[in-house]
């Protein structure tokens, strides 16, 4: 990839990357995709904490099945991590609607209060990753202008933007595996010198690990990863103090798991999966979940149409030209070594886990962590190959347009009857396109209210309020049907990318043109 250019300015970088914190603030903000299982089981974990200062949600968990349950309490079947991150901003919220007299139990303050903390911890990371990718492609060398372009690609054109809307933790460990990633790799300087990593990167990429498996119990075999990629720098370099520091963090997380399973379980080992209910469980597996890999599921993860990850997310095919060209392959493979490593470890995850489908949701949702350690061959593909990414990248980008404004939670056919005539059991892409274009936007119907118990969801009124706005933009809360809810954010965006194409434009003029 060239050099940047000498003309180019610091100036016009950072101006160029705020256009790129507001493009994605608008759009990580701009859609909620409303309950379901799994962020309502965060949610209710984040409430309890706040208002009844307890992880038991007995309380609230009428709206969930993803439920463990000890001794008559009832828990998320999640590591708590997420919970906890949310609950400050929830009590930020929740006393000031009190103060307010404000019913926090109304399904209008509940859908608030989830958009929020969907942001938080699902849109602001997706935002801060963005930025990140952006940083890798400035070190690699790429120009102002093509790493604005591909981390624009990256953050409109994968599965990180419709899960910008939802509480779940695949976001934040995506950006907090990268970023750990950032923090350790080794860095080739302007003059072609090897930077080798710090001490005090490693113990920030420890702290960020460390995080992440408080979040995320799937993060254990990567942190493993990081840990042998620390011994061979170790090796290599000879000397141990700067790498040591890594174990610290994962250290710290795990105890603090660790003490919140003795106080909660009883048990310093027993995970909050192993009291999930039978539904999620089978016989003859490990934990309960995990068979031998099933390799077919290969074509299924990557480009069946169902859950197919480069099928919904086109421009992550170009992944194997990053290769290009082959000059530079050796070292291209040394620097994406630990990547494929990492996103390896949550395919084999995928190839094993019985509900590897991921319930109602478009793509391989599992598969979210390892999309940037895929796409860092994309940002080396850019360069050699722009005229096959650049209509790729646009598919991409229409593609998760859709999914996003559309409904981002498909179900899957092992749910029993379609929940609703617009969400049937079909090609989810296809599905969103079309809704897309007739303008039927944000119609996954399941508010947070919803119940879980089954004969209660099947008695649930498709035609509430509620449902009504179960999902939503906020195009839609100004008061905009259809297509024209997207105007507000078709207008931001064509003014961020504006400037940003003006800012990049006038850098490379000459020193003293007009």
């Known amino acids: 990839m060239a050099a940047p250019a000498p003309d ?20 990580y903000i701009y859609f909620f995709q409303g ?56 009590f930020v919220l929740y006393r000031c609607e009190r103060q307010l007299r404000i019913d926090v139990d109304d399904w209008r303050v509940l859908s608030f209060n989830s958009h929020v903390l969907s942001f938080w911890t699902a849109g602001l990371p997706a935002l801060l990753l963005v930025l990140s990718m952006r940083r890798f492609a400035r070190e690699e060398g790429a120009s102002v202008g093509s ?23 695949h976001s934040i460990v995506a950006y907090l595996l990268f970023e750990a990633w950032m923090l350790v790799r080794r860095r080739v300087g302007p003059a072609g010198e090897v930077r080798p990593p710090t001490a005090r990167g490693h113990l920030l990429a420890g702290i960020l690990l460390g995080l992440a498996l408080t979040i995320e119990y799937l993060v254990a075999p990567t942190i493993l990863l990081f840990f042998i990629a620390a011994a061979w720098g170790m090796r290599t370099d000879r000397q141990w103090r700067p790498y040591a520091w890594i174990v610290v963090g994962p250290v710290a997380g795990g105890l603090m798991l660790m003490l919140f ?13 192993d009291y999930e209910s039978p539904l999620f469980r089978h016989k003859g597996l490990l934990m309960g979940v995990l068979d031998w890999p099933k390799l ?19 421009v992550l095919a170009l992944a194997p030209l990053g290769l290009i060209p082959g000059a530079t392959r050796t070292a291209r493979l040394r620097l994406y070594l630990l990547p494929l490593a990492i996103a390896s470890t ?6 094993s886990f019985n509900g590897w489908t991921g319930g109602c949701v478009v793509g391989p949702r599992y598969l979210l962590p390892a999309v940037p350690f ?19 990248m646009i598919a991409s980008v229409v593609i998760m347009l859709a999914v996003t404004a559309v409904a981002a939670q498909m179900p899957g056919p092992n749910f029993g009857p379609p929940p609703s005539p617009d969400l049937p059991y079909a090609n989810p892409v296809v599905q969103a396109l079309q809704r897309l274009w007739e303008g039927r936007l944000s119609v996954y119907p399941f508010h947070i209210i919803t119940p879980a118990e089954p004969e209660a969801f099947r008695r649930y009124d498709r035609s509430s309020p509620p449902a009504q706005w179960a999902s939503y933009n906020l195009g839609h809360l100004l008061g905009m049907p259809r297509l024209w809810s997207l105007l507000p954010l078709s207008v931001v ?22």
């Open 8 to 27: 180019v300015g610091h100036r016009a970088e950072v101006a160029s990357t705020w256009c790129l914190v507001v493009l994605f603030f608008v759009a």
């Open 261 to 273: 399973q003795r106080l909660e379980f009883g048990h310093w080992f027993g995970i909050s999966y």
């Open 296 to 314: 077919e599921r290969l074509y299924w993860l990557s480009f069946h149409p169902f859950r197919g990850l480069a099928y919904c997310c086109p």
């Open 346 to 351: 949550f395919v084999l995850f995928n190839l």
């Open 493 to 514: 965006a064509a003014l961020a990318t504006a400037a940003a194409c003006a800012i990049i434009r006038k850098s490379r003029r000459p020193a003293g043109s007009v």
């Open 147 to 169: 790493s604005w372009i591909l981390a624009a690609a990256f953050g409109a054109g994968t599965l990180l933007w419709p899960y910008a809307g939802m509480i779940m933790s």
């Open 374 to 392: 895929i796409y860092v061959m994309v940002v080396h593909a850019y360069d050699a190959c722009r005229w096959i990414c650049w209509p790729v």
């Open 35 to 90: 309950g379901g299982w799994n962020p309502n089981a965060r949610f209710d974990t984040t409430r309890a904490l706040v208002e009844r200062q307890t992880f038991v949600i007995n309380h609230y968990a009428a709206n969930t099945g993803d439920v463990a349950t000890i001794d008559g309490r009832i828990y998320a079947n999640k590591p708590p991590g997420l919970s906890v991150l949310s609950a400050p901003i929830y």
